[in-house]
């Protein structure tokens, strides 16, 4: 049997052989929701104003117990919502504090945010792994996050040649890349070979970096 794929951070159910984790939001599962092996649990910026934050970080917490959750998210910042970005930052630091606490790793979702990431990890850096899922952020800014233990995941971006991500990918070091689908419906595979093209590589090449990557966050 070859290396497995890997997706990363999907929405969708995974079916074996690909390995990844399936997010879920606080606000979509009840109390004795049955996780899949591999699930992230957190509390999406954009439905922060409709929870309240205290308790569901409390309701997270008592998940955390649960060893199917092995990752915190997705959680982060995002500048094209109207919720105040303080109460973003709270609810990205509360969950951060948890994944120090509880060994997980963290995935983020931003939009035009990197200011604000890197502002706040100036102020302490990551302990933990954090997965920048969907990351379209530039040359600058690979640089600037490049010193913490921060890994770039790309999805059906990769798949528009005029995107960001597409023209970012190649330059993101092999041992701190991942791919995803995320909500995108089609499958990993895909994802893959475009990455490949895009870094002029084989896919089983990216397949074994990946895994390697993937077996290093999840040691
Ligand atoms: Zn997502």
Redesign the pocket.
Known sequence: MGISYVNI?T?NRIDPPVLGIQ?FDIQEINHDFAFPRYSALGLHPWNLQSANLESSIKTIETHLLNPNIIAIG?CGIDRCIQTPIELQIDAFIAQWGLAEQYQKIVII?QVKAYADFLKIFKMASPGVPMIF?GFNGNLDILKKLSPHPIYFSFGADILNSKSKATKIISEIPIEKLLLET??WQGDIETIYQAAANLRHCSTEDLKNSIFKNYKRIFK
């Open positions: 951070h929405h997010s997705e979702h899922h995320d909500v």
